[in-house]
């Protein structure tokens, strides 16, 4: 569910830094701030109030992405490319919100999203003794694994019972250290303002993750309480000002994943086996709703979100995969793993992390052999950009949750599979009954590739691929499945999971009978998969720890789609030897519009070329940064010293790609929307003048 | 090089015939027409002029698929999209011919091709007994093969120097029987009309393979001989009349291959293993293709006839993997062969032809093991539809060729690899010295993609990544490579072709140097790989005989892209209970386009918008037969009884892609364009009246 920011091919020319640090690397935990590297580099003095009111004034969609409050009455700027999952649920044959936008002029105008959770972060604490006293030393993976997982559903459980406040266990280092994160939730979210998608995504996949970009990639929601709009105590004050050129500003997000504490072989695998994987799903998918798509105008409205989802994805992790495939990058790493490996204080040591890398390079193999298998049939991963599962439709998940849910309530809340322990059930309950449409043409196209992708990755001959066909064809058995199953139904779900396993039994639902079938494979394939990860996890906080004695604790955690504070500056690049500077403008944009010959997906929306005459052309509109960044960062603001928003993050350049894994801070840059810019548009092109006045004033005129 | 024609994603509702013969199933070879059925079913004599005078009026179009003469004056016809690789050629950044079409209103106004062979058949001779008079018995599969391929270049070589004509030794019955084939070359060929691509296929990827269908998917060329337009005996009259509703036509043309021969063991294999890879092999080419297409016009005009096929080729694939994932077709497949094992006179005879099919399968399972490598590092296999080799880039293909030529020149003809031996060496340098255009950047947009692929399926540590590399990233490595590699330029290949293995090496040229790097995997696998093929050939040669025995001679050979003779009638069928009609006429064409509100690719070129009042609307335009055709065919004439031009096939309905396995005749169609509609918008649309005056009259007007 992690939301795709937008990452990148690569050219990794420049220096890697892969360990130490140095220069604005860095995503860091609000409970612990660079304050030194602040106070040494810029003569920046990070304060507790400050960080408090960035952090509740910073906000996470669950859907995939992060934003902020910007009134006190609750309004919320992300980017459009975050809302778009709730622009297309929103969204019908007569009214498609993705494509041509919205703007609510009072909040009474105000579309409700259909199953949106923001989460606003409250509290930090370190529990890694805890969970860690709840493992019993000497057990096996297996054993050790069950005895975490037990662990943390309990800290979870007792958190919200505390707090009310939803509660998560995050791991950080890869398992060098465990902290638990108290977010304020809210569910009834709506729709203010959304652009075309045409000026949100000007340039369309030939420019993502390219710069110059001119971009007005971002959508308001509000957030509401009892029915009315939200009363806040922190957001962000609008810069009428923004940043500029070497100024200091701070980006506070929910970066989604880095992989720069993987060890060799865990990088091995991600470039040999699990990105070569995903990618060949992903452009399978893509051909196959672009041909879709292309057939009619609603069938192309249907599978809109799904398409830049996927499209953006494959260039994410083509990117990512091409940093991989940088020989400078490997060497970079392995020279640091080396050193890690020699730099021990005591020859002991040494041989102690040997120990823990060898520990580490078995598990990565045996995952080797479980990943296709587990994509297919368990598929739940997190990622930071879209990667199908192996069914890849909301009936067959929905059937499979209803399934699950039931047997798993049967048991003690820590015995269950973590999706379902009981800290989780408001959110999953969120999900479960979406009135989100879900239409049977798509998934009946979607799961039918699907079930030709089962068969031609396991071979049809397979017991696997023999029990999801039941003697049909990849295409009669999926359109079977999905015109006889009644899960897309809201009240049939709710009556099923209020009735439990018996009734889940007794419905003889098609889809969920055939992820019955299958879930023995599927347990088993996450079992194994999920003991390789507790091998890694315990290897990994042994390495910390030797990594910690060698070198101190200066350096972040990876990613882990939690909040973070990067801190930066707005600087242009060098590119081939061309000089990229760091802002563009609205004169820029009408010029690369005229030299495609207003071609898509270089064309303008109407409305972009008629008020063309209105606008202040030297506005500035896109502008880059060095900051620390990565997809889940997509809509995070960027704020000056005094916690005021200057812009929205809303891509990374292509030589930023290799952020996954090293930062790199000469070429790879962060890209924004200017606070400017924003408002101009608001303004001049949408006559949005209600919102222009709240996010100047810092709340609604009364 | 085989074209593509279209065939497809299939439900495989209706009775195959698999085994038998009935109905109009059957592509024939010329030297044994069903002279009996024809006579049976439609009361038709079969007679020797008339079979003579098709078969010279045949053209096939080597750059994959077929034609026919229509006129004395050596004009010829064919569909757009066999005629779209030298439309492509032809084009420049000036002038898009393939998006935007030709006219030439004299000869002298024509363009010549830059590289096209077109062949007619001139005579089929049987000499099974010699080839197979030429492998001695007992001898290994590898000094089998080895001898098979010698003694194959001395026959064509003594055919080409006693005839002076085109020698091709054809295996047919998956290596039952060989013919010895001699054509006729052109390769002065001049494009006289294309239509705009638009209205050619109209419809475009999402119509691909359907019907109803509204194409004008054709194209004319001339033959030219001592600088003039070729005088010919033998063309096809061109009928005003066409083809009723249930009139018995014939298809003489090229269809590329079927399947129908092989072992089950043979179709799981390119279930499970080369109809998957060639899939993600397309699908990822398609993918980057269409982004670099979208980044701006002259990048769609360079890649257009590449991303078109391979949108061709991946539609057609999936189609026929389809139709290998239905159940019924297996089954069907499975009795067949499971009756033929018990089918035996003895039980002596059973026994040994099980032991056939156990090295059938055994050869199948090493075939299995070496495809990857083969496709990526060897990479030459005849394909009906397109499916790009490992470097998938010119500069490559022409670097390996000028490397492999050299040595392969100093050895004796007959131990050469097969495409070097001497009867080939005509139409080589055609293909060597072709001042084709090759744009640099294309090249290494798919050097870089082709070499990122090789290390994702063969693992980035492997030995062939690594040389292949260099220490450099894929993206790096391609880019060098292009820049600095010389054999683009016709000059320089001319002179390495003309100074041999001497100049070759002296060149230093860092293309061919890679080239010689990978050669010796690449000639290992190849030898691996035909050392299979030679178990197989031997054992269907085993089979075939046992066939015999058991149910006669009534079967035509599996399609070996020669010439074929089919029968059939114009007939429409019912889909999904849906009567589809056999005929379309213009009215549906331009009622189909406002249906889609004129969106690409459903657009219509400008002329046809505004000519739509002078065309007579109910003039019939495309329809369906019966006919049993595959890819290959496309360009093939319909031809009445009286030997006249009826229309010409342009595709296949979804249904039809099963008849690579299996022929069935409920729902599978031959698609056509009707020659009445052709005359109707050449004359109409495009004012060429020069050109309907020569097809009406048979030859050009003085």
Redesign the interface.
Known sequence: MLKRVRLL?V??TATLLVSGLRADEGMWLFSAPPREQLQTRYGFEVTAPWLDHLMKSSVRFNSGGSGSFVSADGLVITNHHVGADDLQKLSTAQHNYLRDGFYAATPEAELKCVDLELNVLQSIEDITAQVNAGVASGLDAGAAAEARRRTIAGIEKASLARTGLRSDVVTLFQGGAYHLYCYKRYTDIRLAFAPEQQIAFFG???DNFEYPRYNLDVCLFRVYEGGRPARLEHFLRWSAAAAAEGELTFVSGHPGRTERQLTIDEL?FL??VQ??YT??RL??L??LL??WG????ENARRARDDFFTVQNS??AYDGE??A????TLFAAKTADEAALRQGGAKPADNVALAGELARIAEAAQRQRELLVLQRLVDGRRHEVFFAPDGFNCDSFALARTLLRVAEERAKPDGERLEEYADAARESFELELFSEKPIYADLEALKLADAL?LL???L???SPVVEQA?A??????RAHELIAATKVREVAVRRALYAGGAAAVTAAKDPMIELARMIDPVAREVRRRWEEAGEVKQQAHAAIERARFAQRGAAVAPDATFTLRLSYGVVKGYTESGRAIPAFTDYAGLYARSAA??N?E?FDLPERWAARRGALELATPFNFVTTHDIIGGNSGSPVVNRAGEFAGIIFDGNLQGLALAFAYEEVESRALAVDSRGILEALGKVYGAESLVNELRRGRRSE
């Open positions: 091919r050219l990794l369309g996949d030939p091995r470039r040999d990105f070569p990618l060949r452009k399978r893509e051909v672009a041909n292309a057939r009619d105008v494959r260039k995969l091409a991989l495939h940088t020989p030709g068969a031609e990755e071979g049809y001959d066909l003697g049909r064809s990849p295409r009669e495609h010959g071609r997906p």
